[in-house]
Nanobody
Framework: QVQLVESGGGLVQPGGSLRLSCAAS????????MRWYRQAPGKERELVAG????????NYADSVKGRFTITRDNDKNTVWLQMNSLKPEDTAVYYC?????????WGQGTQVTVSS
C-alpha cells in the first residue's frame, strides 16, 4: 500500500538545524511532485516547500526562504527538508505530501519543536 513515512523531527534550540526525511513506497515516486507542509497549533496547514518530480524546480514559503532546502532522490524514493537557523515560529507538525494532479498522498507527520 501507499506509504509516506516522515522522520527526523524533534526538539532543537533556536538557531539549530534539523533534517526531515520522507520515505515513499507503494507508488511511482519519480512521477510525483513532493511537498512539505506544516501545521502549528491553532493554525491552518501551510505549504513550506515543494519540488518537481525530477527535482529541477523548487519553491519555498517566504518565511523559510534561505533557511530551508528541499531535495529528493528518485532512486531512494526519498525527499528531504534541511532546516537551518530554526526559529520558535517554525514549531509545528511537518507533513510530507506527494501528488501528480490525479492522486495525492499524505504522511502521518513529524513534530518539530524549536525552543530553548
Amino acid at each position: 500500500q501507499v506509504q509516506l513515512v516522515e522522520s527526523g523531527g524533534g526538539l532543537v534550540q533556536p538557531g539549530g538545524s534539523l533534517r526531515l526525511s520522507c520515505a515513499a513506497s507503494g507508488f511511482t515516486f519519480g512521477n510525483y511532485a513532493m511537498r512539505w507542509y506544516r501545521q502549528a497549533p491553532g493554525k491552518e496547514r501551510e505549504l513550506v516547500a515543494g519540488i518537481s518530480s525530477v527535482g529541477s524546480n523548487t519553491n519555498y514559503a517566504d518565511s523559510v526562504k534561505g533557511r530551508f532546502t528541499i531535495t529528493r532522490d528518485n532512486d531512494k524514493n526519498t525527499v528531504w527538508l534541511q532546516m537551518n537557523s530554526l526559529k520558535p515560529e517554525d514549531t509545528a507538525v511537518y507533513y510530507c505530501y506527494g501528488g501528480n494532479g490525479f492522486k495525492a498522498y499524505w504522511g502521518q507527520g513529524t513534530q518539530v519543536t524549536v525552543s530553548s
